[in-house]
């Protein structure tokens, strides 16, 4: 079947807009977005992306499911056109995904369609003006005439929006740094690109550790060993450690579709050690000595440190020479007492087999 129109009838917008700035502008210039019925159509546009740069962030066509979903119309009034060139697994409907892209040259899958959201920026196709439907063209494909030329200086300049990103995370091969990647390399980031962030993050944080160990000299605090399924082996520092670094593994991957909690939890990941590294720093700190007392300076200062409450005896047994003998006295005691009760002991056995202390002369 013969094309309606030709690549000389097709405009190629370069600017990053949604869906629906795309198809107004092209109404404003006369046109509407581009319709593909057949297979010469889908190959004079991949001939236009091809001659433009092509498309590297893919552009939007006319289909929609606005409708009825599922159901798939064009804007002009072929909405029965049964060609369709989908991709693999398309359309998806991920995230009510109602407007159809086709994949620039860059892609893997150049000229293939899929539905994504209509919000997000892509490049875009207009046809000049309405060709009829399949049905109503003719078998031969008339000699072009030159259409209205399309001046692209005054397309719009659309400042892009943020693309919604929770299905592209959720479906991404990805464990904590989806929004990075996408915001680096877009929404057609690869899956070795969202590696390479992770192993970025990953390498980051290596090197911070290494950074607080080398340059402030931080280690592991010992915050004692506990028993941990039997084994009394595991620091308290490592297992606290390990534990939180797998929370917040956890917590960034599943919050990878709410940017700032992400983000929250993102920072944290990589700079949980900072919170190890202060306690090392507190717990090690050198504690200053007090002062030591001044010397009296007069007799009236010398007077003040001696005049306390305690006896003239006190004083005098504070000497240098009785201070050993003071030290020995509770020792001394304490041997009195053992032998006094010893002595109490055989004189009750003595008296308990009817001996006498006063007749036998003991007392």
Known sequence: MAARYTEADVFFGTNLVDWHTARADCISQGGDLISI?????QA???NVISANGGAPSNAWIGLNDFTVEHQWDWPDSCSSNPYKQWAPGEPNNAGNEDCVEIYGSGHSLFG???DFYCTSQRQYLCVDAERGCPSDAPTIAPTPTPGPTIDPTIAPTIAPTQDPMRCICWEASDIVACPLAIE???EDATPGEFLLMNGISVLYKIVFVLFLRF??????????KRSVLCFDFVPTAYLFLFLANMFLVLATYLSRCFVPLWATFYILFLHIDMVVCLADRYMNRKLKAPPPTAPPRSNLELFAYTNNK????DKAYNTVELKQAKKALPAAKKMQ???DKEDERRKSSLKNKGFSMRGAGML
């Not at 019925?37 to 159509?41: I, Q, R, V």
Request: net charge positive; glycine share 6%; charged share 25%.
């Open 37 to 41: 019925s057949n297979a010469a159509e």
């Open 44 to 46: 004079i546009v991949m």
């Open 112 to 114: 293939q369609w899929n």
């Open 184 to 186: 680096i390399y877009g």
């Open 215 to 224: 340059v402030f000299r931080c280690r592991t605090i010992d915050l004692g």
């Open 310 to 313: 305690t006896s003239w005896r």
């Open 337 to 339: 007492r053992v032998k």
